[in-house]
């Protein structure tokens, strides 16, 4: 820290991406509330744990070689270089992944970082309850959360990223980044694991299978959207000087800046969160005919359908966009159920994924020929660049891991729970040991009543 | 082109102002806006007129309004 001014700077940067992990840690909660909402009973305490481990399994992973990866693959590598010179500050034995008071910034930015990772392993948790194996899941967590969704980021959601530069891909809040590819990765795992016993009909229509308890469904929703706030926040960088930045910006303007440092304000992304939120819920409320799951849920797709742009979209024109992307991922949900057979517990992969891919799309069309970087030689942003960018999200890093990946566990025995298990509940066990201590509690106090 | 008419960012911020596409539309997406949300409250009263409707047929003895009632 040289000057008064770039210490301010540096403890306000600091102490910023500080206050968005927290924020963020709602989002956890709220997928947690969420998804033992929508279980049944005889499985609330696997459906708990199993999201609640992705915490450590995925931290620890992201440490070890998560946070590397953002740093080292810009470039593919092999699409333009190799392995990126700052890759070396972010190994593990590096001595700035540590206690250290030159360098007061990679420790919350890790933090930001890592907690999107987790959003993206929940939201594969939810598509999966009551039937997977907590371990298969745990192995997924850590290939989503810590290999598969920061290898997309470090393609197109970096200064530097390949795809920023040849495709002008622009994603400013993550539909593709953390959304799409967490949808995709969710379907590549249903395709696999299979519908739960007793969601379809032996006619091959689906049967709805209720939450047990709605109210726990729309508060860790609600806690969603809370924490989302946090998540939009820890996307900018939040004051940075045009020489600091390094690009074609000239003057001495200070501004915030997106993942890409180019210029956006958190007054510009507050309205667009909270006209593409409104914008979802008023569309699901119509088409989901005041289904609270679904409006709930829609708010939530409007405002991924919209992040890959809301950083330059006008208000209204992020509330449009949200409307029709929830209004497609709620029509493509039921399609794909019906039509395939796909029994995803909390539409994650219509909400995120097919919102997410949406939304990309649009953002190629509403952003046309808009630079996607303040740095010379990169591609504009384009539809085909979008579109390009959305398959490769979705599909490459998405489906088509978790596909390969359950394909193998499946083979081995370890992806799915037997049927008699299911049927008696994940918890059968601890849920027998539970009655039994009740039972021998209250028989050794009604011995002391005489 | 460019739909907000910038084709890259060497400029001086301070002489940058709104960045969002299509400006000089802003009426236009007011007017689209008012009838999203106009449209939003006729398909609503639409459709709770219908529920409302369905509501009316159901539970002609009024044994399900009882338990409603005793569920509090």
Not at chain 1, 224 to 245: H, R
Not at chain 1, 265 to 283: D, E, P, Q
Not at chain 1, 401 to 411: D, L, N, Q, R, T
């Amino acid at each position: 820290m040289g000057s008064n001014l770039d210490a301010l700077t540096t403890v306000f940067t600091e102490f910023y991406y500080w206050v968005t992990v927290v924020f963020m840690f709602l989002i956890h909660v709220g997928f947690c509330l969420y998804e033992v909402g929508a279980s049944r009973r005889r499985n609330h305490l696997h459906t708990l744990m199993k999201n609640t481990m992705l915490i450590p399994l995925v931290t620890v992973t992201f440490y070890f070689f998560g946070w590397w990866i953002y740093w080292a693959f810009p470039n593919g590598p092999g699409i333009l270089g190799g392995i990126e010179d700052a890759a070396a500050a972010n190994t593990p034995w590096s001595q700035t992944m540590g206690t250290h008071l030159g360098d007061r910034i990679t420790g919350v930015f890790w933090a930001a970082f890592l907690l999107f990772s987790w959003t993206a392993a929940s939201i594969v948790s939810g598509s999966v309850i009551e039937r997977i194996r907590s371990g298969a899941f745990w192995i997924h967590a850590v290939l989503i959360g810590s290999v598969f969704w920061i290898i997309d980021a470090a393609w197109g959601w970096h200064a530097g990223g390949w795809m920023v530069k040849l495709l002008g891909y622009h994603d400013a809040y993550a539909s593709g980044v953390i959304h799409a590819i967490a949808g995709g990765y969710a379907l590549g795992i249903l395709v696999v694991l299979g519908p739960r016993l007793g969601k379809f009909r032996e006619d091959g229509t689906p049967r709805d299978i209720p939450p047990h308890n709605p109210w726990m469904v729309t508060l860790g929703l609600f806690m969603i959207y809370t924490g989302f706030w946090g998540f939009y926040a820890a996307c900018n960088v939040p004051a940075i000087s045009p020489e600091a930045i390094g690009g074609q910006i000239t003057g001495e303007t200070w501004t915030a800046t997106n993942i890409y440092l180019a210029p956006t304000s958190l007054s510009a992304i507050t309205f667009n969160f909270l006209m593409s939120l409104s914008g979802g819920l008023m569309v699901a409320y119509i088409v989901s005919k005041g289904d609270p799951f679904w409006t709930y849920s829609g708010g939530l797709a409007g405002i991924i359908t919209a992040s890959a742009g809301n950083d330059l979209y006008h208000p209204i024109q992020a509330m449009l966009i949200a409307g029709v992307g929830t209004w497609c991922a709620y029509k493509l949900h039921y399609w794909v159920e019906r039509k395939f057979k796909i029994d995803d517990a909390v539409g994650a992969v219509a909400v995120h994924g097919y919102a997410g891919f949406i939304g990309l799309i649009i953002a190629g069309f509403v952003l046309w020929g808009q630079p996607s970087s303040p740095y010379e030689g990169y591609a504009t942003i384009s539809p085909w660049g979008q579109l390009i960018g959305a398959c490769i999200m979705f599909g490459l890093l998405g489906f088509l891991p978790a596909y390969i990946v359950s394909k193998i566990m499946s083979g081995m025995g370890m992806l799915r729970i037997p049927r008699k298990v299911e049927l008696e509940g994940l918890d059968f066990d601890e849920n027998s040991t539970y009655q039994a201590a009740v039972d021998e509690v209250r028989a050794a106090e009604k011995a002391l009543v005489a | 082109m460019s739909t907000n008419g910038m084709t890259s960012w060497a400029v001086d911020l301070k002489d940058i102002g709104a960045i969002y596409p299509f400006q000089g539309a802003e009426v236009l997406m007011v007017l689209v806006g008012l009838a999203f949300w106009i449209g939003w409250h006729v398909i609503q009263l639409r459709q709770e007129n219908e529920e409302v409707a369905r509501e009316m047929k159901a539970d002609a003895e009024g044994d399900e309004a009882r338990d409603a009632i005793d569920r509090y």
